[in-house]
C-alpha cells in the first residue's frame, strides 16, 4: 500500500478538496483507495463527501468512531493493559493483538463512500475531525489537540500509525491523510518519514510558496529519496494576465523544481495548475459526481493528471527499510509512558486546570488530566485503573482546590 500526505499552505476547503478528488480518481482507475483526515474539526471533508445537503448522511458519519478515537482508545491502553513485546497470537475481524495489548482495527469502523463513476470501485473513509458524536450524544467540550511531538516520543506514535497502515493495506492499495501544516506542521514531519509521497499544496503568492519552500527543505533533511515531494500549484487565477502568469509559474520553478521527482519534465506543474474555484461554488468540487453539464473541465483535468501522475511516481518510490516489530515497539512505549504531573481537581474547576495544563505545558512538562486525556466514564473501574497506573508513573501531584470547587464552603462546615 502506498501512503500519501495531502497537505501544504492554503484554505482548508481546497486541500480536502484536492484529497477527495484526488481518491475517487484514483479509484475510477481501478484501485482500492482509503482517505482520513489528522485535522480536529475535518468538516468541510464531511460535508464534501456525504453532500452538505443531506444533513442526516453527515450525522450519521460522525457518530462513527474516526482516527482521533482509535488513538484515544490507543492511549487508554497503554495505561490499563499487561505488556510483554511476545508477537501477536491471533487477531479477530475487530482486534489486532500485540502482546498483550488489544487495538481496533481500523478497517472495522471504515465508512463507504459510493463510487463517483459507475463501475468504479468505492473509496472507504476512516473518518477524521472530532471524536464521534451525535444527536443524542452531543459534545460538551472541543477535544484537546494531540501534542505529535509528545505521542510520537512517549506512545510511540509512529508505532501506532504502522498499525493503521498495516491493517488498512490488506483491503488497500493506497491510504491518503489529510494534514493540517498550519496546525500541525510537526505532524507532517512525523507523518513523512514513513510516507511515499507528499503533495504539497501552494498557491503562486511569495509568502505561502515560502511556506511550502521551507516545508520541503525540513522534509529532505531525513532522506534525499523519501518521501516524493510532488508540489502543486492551487488557486490559480488562470485568467490573469499571461505576463503575470508567466512569471508566477517561473517563481514556482525556482522554488520547487529542485525537489520533483526523477522523470518529470520541466514545468510539469502547469497541467497540474489548480484553478481557483470561489467559496460559493466549492460544495460542487467533488467533480467526478457532477454532470457534464456543469463540470468545471479546467479543474476536472487537473485533478485527473495529479492523480495520474501520483500513480505514476509510487510506481518508482522505494520501500521502507523494516523495523522492530510492532509487538516490541508497544511493549517500549509501555515502559515510557510517564508524566511530570498529574493535575487532580473538581469538576466545577475544569476551565482553571485545563488553563493550569496549559500553562505547565509551556514549560515543556508531560501533564495528565483526566479530562482531556481519558474518555472512561467517570468512576468506572476502567476509569479507576487508569487512574491508579497514572499516579504510579507521575512525578508530582498538584491538587487543584478553590472555595468554588469543594462540596461544603470553607469555614462553614459543620461537626459534632
Known amino acids: 500500500m502506498r501512503t500519501v500526505i495531502v497537505t501544504g499552505y492554503t484554505d482548508t476547503k481546497t486541500r480536502t478538496a484536492a484529497l477527495a478528488n484526488i481518491a475517487f480518481f484514483t479509484a475510477a482507475a481501478g484501485e482500492r483507495v482509503c482517505l482520513t483526515s489528522t485535522a480536529r474539526n475535518a468538516f468541510d471533508l464531511d460535508l464534501l463527501l456525504w453532500d452538505g445537503d443531506d444533513d442526516a448522511k453527515v450525522r450519521a458519519s460522525r457518530g462513527v468512531p474516526g482516527i482521533l478515537d482509535l488513538i484515544a482508545e490507543y492511549q487508554e491502553a497503554l495505561l490499563t493493559s499487561g505488556w510483554t513485546d511476545e508477537d501477536p497470537v491471533e487477531s479477530g475481524l475487530q482486534i489486532c493483538r500485540y502482546g498483550t495489548l488489544n487495538l481496533r482495527r481500523p478497517s472495522s469502523v471504515l465508512q463507504m463512500l459510493e463510487p463517483a463513476i459507475h463501475g468504479a470501485k468505492a473509496v472507504h473513509l476512516l ?44 483491503e488497500h492499495d493506497w491510504l491518503l491523510i489529510d494534514c493540517d501544516a498550519v496546525d500541525d ?14 503533495l504539497l499544496l501552494s498557491d503562486y503568492s511569495e509568502g505561502t510558496k515560502s511556506d511550502a519552500y521551507h516545508l520541503a527543505l525540513k522534509l529532505r533533511e531525513g532522506s534525499e529519496m523519501r518521501p516524493a515531494i510532488l508540489a502543486v500549484p492551487v488557486s ?13 509559474r517561473e517563481h514556482f520553478d525556482r522554488y520547487f ?52 501522475t501520483t500513480r505514476s511516481i509510487a ?36 476551565e482553571i486546570a485545563v488553563g493550569l495544563r496549559e500553562w505547565l505545558r509551556k514549560s515543556e512538562l508531560r501533564v495528565f488530566l483526566s479530562q482531556s486525556d481519558l474518555t472512561f466514564e467517570i468512576g468506572t473501574r476502567k476509569w479507576l485503573d487508569a487512574i491508579d497506573s497514572v499516579l504510579e508513573r507521575s512525578g508530582v501531584l498538584a491538587l487543584l482546590a478553590t472555595e468554588g470547587g469543594l462540596p461544603v464552603k470553607v469555614g462553614t462546615a459543620r461537626t459534632g
Open 257 to 308: 523544481g529542485p525537489f520533483a521527482p526523477g522523470g518529470l519534465a520541466r514545468y510539469w506543474f502547469v497541467e497540474a495548475e489548480v484553478p481557483y474555484v470561489s467559496y460559493y461554488m466549492s460544495h460542487n468540487v467533488l467533480l467526478c459526481r457532477q454532470d457534464i453539464s456543469r463540470l468545471n473541465v479546467p479543474l476536472y483535468r487537473a485533478y485527473q493528471y495529479i492523480a495520474d
Open 127 to 170: 473518518r477524521g475531525g472530532p471524536r464521534r458524536f451525535s444527536t443524542e450524544s452531543p459534545k460538551q467540550a472541543d477535544d484537546p489537540r494531540v501534542d505529535w511531538p509528545d505521542f510520537w516520543a512517549s506512545c510511540a506514535g509512529a508505532a501506532f500509525f504502522e498499525h493503521i497502515e498495516r491493517d488498512l493495506a490488506n
Open 236 to 248: 490559480v487565477r488562470l485568467y490573469d494576465e499571461m505576463e503575470i502568469l508567466q512569471r508566477q
Open 185 to 198: 506542521r510537526e505532524l507532517v514531519l512525523l507523518l513523512s518519514a514513513s510516507a511515499d509521497i507528499v
Open 315 to 350: 510506481a518508482n518510490t522505494r520501500a521502507p527499510v523494516p523495523g522492530a516489530s510492532l509487538a516490541e515497539r508497544f511493549a517500549d512505549a509501555s515502559r515510557r509512558v510517564r508524566w511530570d504531573v498529574f493535575i487532580s481537581y473538581s469538576s466545577r474547576n475544569q
